[in-house]
T-cell receptor, first 116, second 110 residues
């Protein structure tokens, strides 16, 4: 149980384009999902907390207009990187909060974004 | 002071030895603690969670928690080359978030 998927696993795009990343909880309903970013040799940095049916809560320093988050259903959250630039190239990972132990997070496999 | 601190390593141990990974945290109200394993280029995988002082064992893994000292550790017995990865300590804060350490890179040599 507690399987989280992400799509796509890898994306290469041109500077200025927008990229959408999907995060799905496959075998449970996730009222809360989290979006992280990880640069090489660094730890995970929380970008935002996504709550189903409401606006996402962004961490300090994360531009909400650049990283659009939508959590329209209990099993799907999307992150759209708008007008991507090379400095946005990173490993984006989502996680979903567990049901029984709500402080436990289960991670998706991640999306490697490369902006040329 | 960082919220969650880990030695970045690498920690090198021979196959079959015990690997000891340590983590300290700053938020005294934290109640939930986690160890994740992350292979290069992959996302974190939950290994263990611990909530109470003392030891918690799961197979070759033992998590230890000392809230008075604000210290969490992970012991890996009979280390295998496949255990070579970065181990992330994570602490659940009062703001319903997980805060991660920078991770300790473990290298198990055959």
């Amino acid at each position: 149980g507690a399987v989280v998927s992400q799509h796509p696993s890898r994306v290469i795009c041109k500077s200025g384009t927008s990229v959408k990343i999907e995060c799905r909880s496959l075998d449970f309903q996730a009222t809360t999902m989290f979006w992280y970013r990880q640069f090489p040799k660094q730890s995970l940095m929380l970008m935002a907390t996504s709550n189903e049916g409401s606006k996402a809560t962004y961490e300090q320093g994360v531009e909400k207009d650049k990283f659009l988050i939508n959590h329209a259903s209990l099993t799907l959250s999307t992150l759209t990187v708008t007008s991507a630039h090379p400095e946005d190239s990173s490993f984006y990972i989502c996680s979903a909060r567990g049901i029984i132990h709500t402080d436990t997070q289960y991670f998706g496999p991640g999306t490697r974004l490369t902006v040329l | 002071q960082k919220e969650v601190e880990q030695n970045s390593g690498p920690l090198s141990v021979p196959e079959g030895a015990i690997a000891s990974l340590n983590c300290t945290y700053s938020d005294r109200v934290s109640q939930s603690f986690f160890w994740y394993r992350q292979y290069s280029g992959k996302s974190p995988e939950l290994i263990m969670s611990i909530y109470s002082n003392g030891d918690k064992e799961d197979g070759r893994f033992t998590a230890q928690l000392n809230k008075a000292s604000q210290y969490v550790s992970l012991l890996i017995r009979d280390s295998q080359p496949s255990d070579s990865a970065t181990y992330l300590c994570a602490v659940h804060t009062g703001f319903q978030k997980l805060v991660f350490g920078t991770g300790t890179r473990l290298l198990v040599s055959p």
